[in-house]
Structure formats: structure tokens, C-alpha cells
């Protein structure tokens, strides 16, 4: 093995050659502006899920379910380019408020990059620093304890001084910006494809003829190996790190010793697929290509449950329906299928698939966490969603209201006062008498406050979609304490009251404003709509 230093640090806010290396090898970049250049609003806004029953069934819209899991597209990201060459996204690992994002080319072409995501701001993420290799992929990154840990694959004749072409290359961060250098340590094989970590190690794992290492996460020194015929993926939990071989399936290995435990088959395989696993409390969630997803304890190895990879499209290719990541949060796993898209699963003690994502292309990987959701879709770049499941809210307003059970499009007529609470999905809302929502509501269409209808919401509320004919039209009186995101336009006639209530609420409106009623109380306006 060998270390290799490569020093990065640049005076200027711009794209250079890393000093101190004699070449163009990385190339930096920490001007957030030109950066985030490649965000872009359209199309985002509410994201609904279409269920495989939906789809296929002839049934009236009314009688299709509302959902119970409110995403919302806060941003596209095109892929970046370098010299006419278009990256595609390869991972993502998130922690705290910045996301740290890997690519690499296509074809035989050594062509990577990686970027760093500041989402504190959540409707308006930017990009704060950039790492273009121009004689390298990077496939994976783990974020530890202030330091980014990389699976790469680089090109042996550049001048990176490197042993091989499987190297783990470890770099400091802090506050979206690289503070040292970056290192390679070269490993067994052709290709590192991934990387975890264990309470003591950073564990890389390299493709065909390779090795689990395990690395020293003080100074980057390999500790132990042991070899594999075609690793893909590695992860741990309850004990045990856990990688996953085309040829062998899952393997336990004791996280010190490299000792195996048992081992699940899989069956066929791709070749060269990429595949991923992910831990949910004591259950592994592994992808398993044409077969979906296989969820496994990790005690044992024990098969729990399959989940298959939900149609919602016609005309798909066969070939092209595999999952081929997965990636799960406190309640819900969700799988990266391909063509067939992003589906989602609620976890808990039934294992229930609510369908497919209504999202744009295909996709190759997924990461979330309890806020956001991250899909890479090939060369089409990056979707960024937020979770937004409801929180718990202390109003006597929102004592025992019951969950909505409802059809997708919400209409509370009059003479029917009613109140509900929880995470809701909707395609539509009329409001004509009084109507009391506690959580989190989303509504992808119109939501339409009629002369008559009174609305009292309590936490978060996320409206349209940009750029299309959707939003908020308040004839009469709405009252909100908390989060009001519209993307689509707000119209308060003549008579209509937009009232916040305490001292921390907030609108968002992407879209036109026209105000012939009247708003009051105290809110954060974050778009200056409203002024």
C-alpha cells in the first residue's frame, strides 16, 4: 500500500490546477455562485406516488386513496461536465446540514468528481465546493467525524503515484469546504466500489479479484483484508459489517477479524451491476437487481420479506426494471429501480409498497435520511426531495383528531365541518365549511378556500407546482401556524384573510402573487411576495 499526498489548496475562488503537484489531476472549484449554476426550480414542487393498483385498475379518481408520505422537489441538479464530458452521479451521504455527492464517466474514460452540498437553507440548497479528477472515478463516500472517506478507481499512469487502480482517497472537511489534503491509499483489485465504516475502522471494498480492507480512521493505514471474488457493496450494523459479492451473494464478516459468519445466496446476477445494501435496526435491506429488494435479518441471515419492484409505466425494457439501490430512513425504504423509477415502501410492522415516485427519468441510486432524499438519475443529474412526515403538534386545536382516510382529492363540503391529522398527500382541496388540519398536508393541485369554508392549519403545508397551473385561492379565512410553501401562485380575493398565528410562521411563494384581501399577524416572508 502507499499514501499519497496531493495538496489542494487554492487562493482563489475559481477552477485551478492543485498546486504542489505539477499537473491538473484535481481541480478545484469553491465559487458557490457559478456552482449552483446547475440547480434548477422546474418541475418541482409537491411529489406525488402513484401506486401499482392505481395504475393498472380502471377506477375513478375519487376513489383512489390520498397518501400518506408529503416529498417535495425542492431542486434538480444537472450533472456537471468537464471538457464536453457529462459525470453521472454515483452516491450520496448526508450529515447534518450538507450532503457530500461522488461521480464518475462512463466507459473506460478515468473521469470524476465531487461535490458538497450546503441544504441548510432548505428551499435554496447551493453547492459549496468542487472537486473535479481528471484521472479518476469516484463511486462511493462515507462521511466520518469530519473526514471524507472515497472509493475510487484511478488511472495507474497519472501522476498520482499510486500502487493500483483500487485506492481509497480521504480528505478533511469542514463548514462545505476541503481543509487538507487529499490521500490515496491503494488497495487489491481494479475498482473500489464502496465504503462504510465500523466503530473502529473505515472498511473499503474493491470489484473483481479484490479485498475487504479495513483502514485506520487516524492515519489511514491498513489494519486487515481479506479477499473476494466481485465485491460490490459493504455496510454495518448490529455487530457485523456485511458485503455484498456477485459471485457469493452477502457475506457476515466479524468487523476485526474478517472472519465470516454466514451467507445469503442471491442467485444470477449482472455483471458489473451496482448494487447496494442498507441497514434498518436489526433488518438488511440488500438490492437484488430483477428481483427487487430482499429484506434479511442481521442476526442470522434469515430471509424476512421480498419486495418487488412495483409498474406503473408501460413500454418499460425487461432489462432495464432492476433495482440497483437502497436506502431507508426511520419509516420507509425506498428503492432505486431503473427504468421503472423510485418506488417507496412504509416499514414498520407490516411491510406495505406505496408505489412509484412521480418523478423525471430513470434512476441508478437513491440516499435518504429523515429530511431529504437524494436520486441520481444517470447522466440527467440529481433530484433533491424533502421529507416533510408530520412532527407532533401541542394545540388543544389538534387534540384527537383522527387520521384522514379520504379519497385524493380532499373536498369538505358544507354542512360538514371536519378535522384531521398526519402526513397527507392530495391531488386537490376545497374547502366549504370549517376545516382543521393538524401534521403535514400537501396538495399537488389547487387548493381552493371557498366563501363559507374556513381553514385552521397547524404545521406544514407545501401547495402546486412550479410553473404550472396550480396554488393557493383564498376566498374566505385561512389561519396557519407554521410552514405554507406554495410553487404555484397565490390569489386572496376580495373578503379572503390569510391570518398567521404565533411567532415563527413563514410563507414561500415561487409563483405570482395577487392580494385583494387582506394578511396579518407575524410571518418570515422568504420570497418578498408579500411586501
Known amino acids: 500500500m502507499v499514501l499519497v499526498t496531493i495538496?489542494?489548496?487554492?487562493?482563489?475562488?475559481?477552477?485551478?490546477?492543485?498546486?504542489?503537484?505539477?499537473?491538473?489531476?484535481?481541480?478545484?472549484?469553491?465559487?458557490?455562485?457559478?456552482?449552483?449554476?446547475?440547480?434548477?426550480?422546474?418541475?418541482?414542487?409537491?411529489?406525488?406516488?402513484?401506486?401499482?393498483?392505481?395504475?393498472?385498475?380502471?377506477?375513478?379518481?375519487?376513489?383512489?386513496?390520498?397518501?400518506?408520505?408529503?416529498?417535495?422537489l425542492i431542486a434538480q441538479v444537472e450533472a456537471p461536465t468537464h471538457e464536453g464530458n457529462v459525470l453521472q452521479a454515483t452516491h450520496v451521504d448526508i450529515d447534518g446540514d450538507?450532503?457530500?455527492?461522488?461521480?464518475?464517466?462512463?466507459?473506460?474514460?478515468?473521469?470524476?468528481?465531487?461535490?458538497?452540498?450546503?441544504?441548510?437553507?432548505?428551499?435554496?440548497?447551493?453547492?459549496?465546493?468542487?472537486?473535479?479528477?481528471?484521472?479518476?472515478?469516484l463511486n462511493a463516500v462515507d462521511f466520518v467525524e469530519g473526514k471524507l472517506y472515497i472509493a475510487a478507481a484511478v488511472d495507474v499512469d497519472a501522476d498520482y503515484g499510486v500502487d493500483g487502480p483500487a485506492n481509497l482517497i480521504t480528505?478533511?472537511?469542514?463548514?462545505?469546504?476541503?481543509?487538507?489534503?487529499?490521500?490515496?491509499?491503494?488497495?487489491?483489485?481494479?475498482?473500489?466500489?464502496?465504503?462504510?465504516?465500523?466503530?473502529?475502522?473505515?472498511?473499503?471494498?474493491?470489484?473483481?479479484?479484490?479485498?475487504v480492507a479495513l483502514f485506520d480512521k487516524a492515519n489511514s493505514s491498513l489494519v486487515n483484508q481479506v479477499a473476494f471474488p466481485d465485491l460490490r457493496s459493504v455496510t454495518y450494523g448490529g455487530g457485523k459489517l456485511l458485503v455484498l459479492d456477485g459471485e457469493e451473494g452477502v457475506n457476515s464478516l466479524d468487523p476485526v477479524s474478517l472472519v465470516k459468519g454466514y451467507t445469503i445466496a442471491l442467485g444470477e446476477d449482472y455483471s458489473g451491476s451496482k448494487r447496494t445494501m442498507d441497514v434498518h435496526g436489526e433488518t438488511l435491506v440488500v438490492?437484488?437487481?430483477?428481483?427487487?429488494?430482499?429484506?434479511?435479518?442481521?442476526?442470522?441471515?434469515?430471509?424476512?420479506?421480498?419486495?418487488?419492484?412495483?409498474?406503473?409505466?408501460?413500454?418499460?425494457?425487461?432489462?432495464?426494471?432492476?433495482?440497483?439501490?437502497?436506502?431507508?430512513?426511520?419509516?420507509?425504504?425506498?428503492?432505486?429501480?431503473?427504468?421503472?423509477?423510485?418506488?417507496?415502501?412504509?416499514?414498520?410492522?407490516?411491510?406495505?409498497?406505496?408505489?412509484?415516485?412521480?418523478?423525471f427519468g430513470s434512476s441508478n441510486y437513491v440516499r435518504a435520511n429523515n429530511e431529504y432524499l437524494f436520486v441520481a438519475s444517470g447522466l440527467e443529474g440529481l433530484q433533491i426531495l424533502k421529507i416533510n412526515l408530520a412532527e407532533d403538534i401541542v394545540d388543544d386545536v389538534c387534540t384527537d383528531l383522527p387520521a384522514y382516510k379520504g379519497s385524493t382529492w380532499m373536498n369538505i363540503?358544507?354542512?360538514?365541518?371536519q378535522g384531521y391529522s398526519g402526513s397527507v398527500v392530495a391531488d386537490g382541496l376545497n374547502v366549504n365549511d370549517d376545516f382543521t388540519f393538524c401534521g403535514s398536508l400537501s396538495v399537488k393541485g389547487w387548493a381552493n378556500i371557498n366563501s363559507g369554508g374556513t381553514f385552521n392549519m397547524r404545521g406544514s403545508m407545501v401547495v402546486g407546482q412550479y410553473g404550472q397551473d396550480t396554488g393557493l385561492q383564498i376566498n374566505s379565512t385561512m389561519k396557519i401556524e407554521g410552514s405554507l410553501v406554495i410553487y404555484g401562485n397565490l390569489t386572496i380575493n376580495s373578503g379572503g384573510t390569510l391570518e398567521f398565528l404565533g411567532d415563527d410562521s413563514s410563507i414561500t411563494v415561487y409563483g405570482n402573487v395577487w392580494n385583494n384581501g387582506t394578511v396579518t399577524g407575524e410571518f418570515d416572508d422568504t420570497e418578498g411576495k408579500l411586501d
Open 98 to 137: 450538507y450532503a457530500y455527492v461522488t461521480y464518475n464517466t462512463k466507459g473506460t474514460q478515468y473521469l470524476g468528481a465531487l461535490d458538497i452540498f450546503d441544504i441548510s437553507d432548505v428551499h435554496n440548497p447551493v453547492i459549496r465546493s468542487q472537486a473535479i479528477f481528471t484521472d479518476a472515478d
Open 413 to 417: 363540503n358544507s354542512g360538514e365541518p
Open 7 to 72: 495538496v489542494l489548496f487554492s487562493s482563489c475562488n475559481r477552477e485551478d490546477d492543485v498546486p504542489g503537484t505539477g499537473n491538473d489531476a484535481i481541480l478545484l472549484n469553491n465559487d458557490a455562485e457559478s456552482l449552483s449554476v446547475r440547480f434548477s426550480k422546474d418541475k418541482t414542487g409537491v411529489v406525488g406516488i402513484t401506486s401499482e393498483t392505481a395504475a393498472n385498475a380502471r377506477i375513478n379518481a375519487e376513489e383512489i386513496p390520498a397518501g400518506s408520505l408529503p416529498l417535495e
Open 171 to 211: 480528505v478533511s472537511t469542514a463548514n462545505g469546504a476541503f481543509t487538507s489534503d487529499f490521500q490515496f491509499s491503494s488497495v487489491e483489485g481494479y475498482v473500489s466500489t464502496d465504503v462504510a465504516h465500523t466503530d473502529a475502522h473505515v472498511v473499503s471494498v474493491s470489484g473483481t479479484e479484490g479485498m
Open 287 to 359: 438490492s437484488e437487481g430483477a428481483n427487487g429488494a430482499g429484506l434479511y435479518s442481521i442476526s442470522n441471515g434469515a430471509e424476512q420479506a421480498k419486495i418487488e419492484i412495483p409498474i406503473v409505466s408501460d413500454g418499460l425494457v425487461t432489462e432495464e426494471v432492476v433495482t440497483n439501490a437502497v436506502t431507508t430512513n426511520e419509516r420507509h425504504l425506498f428503492m432505486a429501480n431503473g427504468a421503472a423509477g423510485v418506488s417507496a415502501v412504509a416499514l414498520g410492522d407490516d411491510v406495505e409498497t406505496l408505489g412509484v415516485l412521480d418523478l
